[in-house]
């Protein structure tokens, strides 16, 4: 029989990029007193991971509780990039409404729209608060109006269109359902969540049901299942059964070794949990997202939607140049198979492959940020290997005609670089769909560009808009192949030798174009150390030392200016090389490299082709 658990109420927090969810769940812990009085915390404290804090991101959602007039709210904050969407479609199953985080100046934006999509074909109810009403140029009244007609866009039913208004400042710390009464606290929105969000029901009396939606890992613990208890009970010692509705076959016997329910940033160690809590399963060694614990008597899975797939992939390639092994930990092809299949316990939206060759194995993801943030972690953990430049994956339609990815792209400019910003998306196939004067000086372009077109154009866009633009994608369909794109208008300086690279060498290199490395660096041979001013790639010697004679002597170096190198970040190189070339990434180094190192080879392939 169905019951209503009325002390327990299951949220996640979802918007675009930057709306302020984070800080937002930041003030909802710090008011239902889970800090004591005086205690220092840190900003963004939901924002565990270190690349996280750095960029000033969500990359992973992450789960927390607080009482309020002694009700739980579990609550989820989710990521806000695209390229991390598969991580908010799955979560929503776990939660019985959401509040949709809207700035307050910038209105909808296209992962607004995206997030609330996936909530509406849930029939999710929304709260929807209106963020950093505090800003001087806020427009809370036509942001509103913005959101009302997502909703109609997206065919919200009559219930969902009826949902309440919050004006909030996560930065003041204030909640008010109108924003020209001046409030000091969050109860407004506490209250809307208890009222408005329904309590989570159940059967505490039928078998066991839970599904797994988040997988944690723990070094001392191993895997750690998350999920909400859908139906039933669970103790500690239970014997379970773990089933997979995609995968009828899969049926394994395990224990319940530990249970945990959250409690403020804390995970609580319990002996049985029933429906609507959010718990957190440890000692299953083969545990999966999208899996459900059930009763051995009953194993009865629950379905899980299917998460969007990947439109970008690269190679990821044991590193075989001649600096190789000489500054990472993990160097062999067992490391980088091993380390590529654990992530894909943690994150459904990336795929791994194996390639005919041992050495080389095929990643695919969201997007350039999502094996970007991939890259990086790997890199801090003692990985070094290479990687090529992304490419899209393509599809065939039914009478064979190739498909590729297509994204919507809208584009936030001030007025002066629209001409410039044009030029360079409609050489890269982008279609302007419409333009929008936001005021101030600013204008929103909106394209619908092919999702290659945008490999490798972010750090053009912000050098085209001197650091002012704002840049949004999200995928948008499948659709007929746009023809070809060329990315790069510049050729390399390829290093002609293995060595140390010397003023004199780069002095005479910096001439032909713009240097990657200083003095002092070690370079070999194929490796790419600078942009050329033209078309083409050409060989330099940057090892080269000036030949001493009784008239030339080694202190006259010292007039020689070197401009300062144009160092790469792990973007910027990713966005930089070309189809020939590779990137080797290490935990101190990133060098940008030929994929064929010989030169007379290269020659000969280029031939060829």
């Not at 001392?220 to 773990?242: F, L, S």
């Not at 089933?243 to 319990?270: M, Q, S, T």
């Not at 490391?335 to 005919?356: A, G, I, P, Q, Y």
Request: charged share 30%; proline share 4%; net charge negative.
């Amino acid at each position: 029989m169905l019951k209503t658990r009325d002390d327990i109420r299951n949220i996640a927090i979802i918007a675009h990029v930057d709306h302020g969810k984070t800080t937002l769940v930041d003030e909802l812990l710090k008011q239902s007193g889970v800090f004591r009085a005086g205690q220092q915390v840190q900003k963004r404290i939901m924002d565990s991971g270190d690349l996280e804090r750095e960029r000033g991101i969500t990359i992973l959602s992450k789960n927390t509780a607080v009482f309020y007039d002694n009700i739980k709210i579990n609550i989820i904050d989710t990521p806000g990039h695209a390229d991390f969407g598969g991580e908010v479609e799955r979560v929503l199953k776990m939660v019985n409404g959401v509040v949709l985080v809207v700035d307050a100046y910038e209105g909808v934006m296209p992962q607004t729209k995206f997030v609330l999509k996936k909530a509406l074909e849930l029939s999710l109810p929304v709260i929807a608060c209106i963020n950093k009403i505090d800003r001087p140029d806020a427009r809370p009244d036509e942001v509103v109006d913005e959101v009302l007609e997502l909703f109609i866009d997206l065919d919200a039913n009559e219930e969902q269109l009826d949902c309440p208004f919050i004006f909030a400042s996560a930065k003041g710390g204030y909640a008010s359902v109108d924003y020209k009464e001046s409030k000091d606290d969050m109860t407004d929105l506490f209250r809307a969540i208890i009222d408005y969000i329904p309590a989570p029901q159940g059967d505490p009396e039928a078998e066991t049901q839970i599904l797994i939606s988040t997988i944690d890992y723990n070094e001392y613990v191993g895997r750690i299942g998350i999920g909400k208890v859908d139906n039933g009970t669970i103790r500690i010692n239970q014997e379970a059964v773990i089933a997979n509705a995609h995968n009828p076959d899969r049926l394994e016997r395990v224990k319940i070794n530990k249970l945990y329910e959250f409690d403020g940033l804390k995970r609580i160690e319990v002996d049985e949990a029933t429906i609507g809590s959010i718990v957190a399963v440890s000692g299953i060694a083969d545990l999966h997202i999208g899996d459900t614990i059930c009763s051995p008597d009953s194993p009865d899975p629950i379905p899980f939607q299917k998460i969007s797939e990947p439109t970008i992939s690269m190679d990821f390639i044991v590193n075989d140049s001649p600096f190789a092994g000489q500054e990472g930990k993990y160097i062999t092809s067992r490391h980088l198979r091993d380390r590529l299949f654990k992530m894909l316990n943690t994150d459904v939206s990336l795929r791994v492959e194996e390639t005919e060759s041992t050495e080389v194995f095929k990643v695919s993801g969201r997007g350039e940020l999502h094996l970007s943030v991939l890259i990086e972690n790997m890199r801090r953990e003692g990985y070094e290997f290479a990687v090529s430049k992304a490419e899209v994956l393509y599809k065939k339609d039914e009478k064979g005609k190739l498909l590729e990815p297509i994204e919507r792209a809208y584009i936030d400019i001030p007025d002066e670089f629209q001409g410039t910003v044009i030029e360079k998306l409609s050489t890269r196939k982008g279609e302007l769909q419409q333009m929008t004067p936001l005021g101030a000086g600013y204008t929103r372009l909106e394209f619908l560009i092919p999702s290659r077109g945008l490999i490798g154009y972010r750090g053009e866009f912000l050098t085209d808009t001197k650091g002012n633009g704002v840049i949004n994608t999200i995928f948008e369909d499948y659709m007929p192949y746009k023809g070809d794109i060329s990315y790069r208008k510049f050729g390399s300086l390829i290093a002609f030798e293995t060595g140390e690279a010397i003023t004199y060498g780069l002095f005479n290199a910096q001439e032909r174009g713009t240097l990657f490395i200083g003095p002092g660096e070690k370079v070999y041979g194929g490796m790419i150390v600078g942009e050329n001013a033209k078309t083409d790639d050409i060989e330099v010697n940057v090892c080269k030392k000036k030949q001493l004679t009784n008239t030339r002597a080694a202190g006259s170096d010292d007039a020689l200016r070197l401009t300062p190198p144009k160092k790469l970040s792990l973007e910027q190189a990713l966005d930089y090389i070309d189809t020939d070339e590779l990137l080797e990434v290490t935990p101190s180094s990133l060098r940008i490299r030929k994929k064929i190192l010989d030169p007379t080879l290269r020659f000969r392939s280029k031939k060829n082709k």
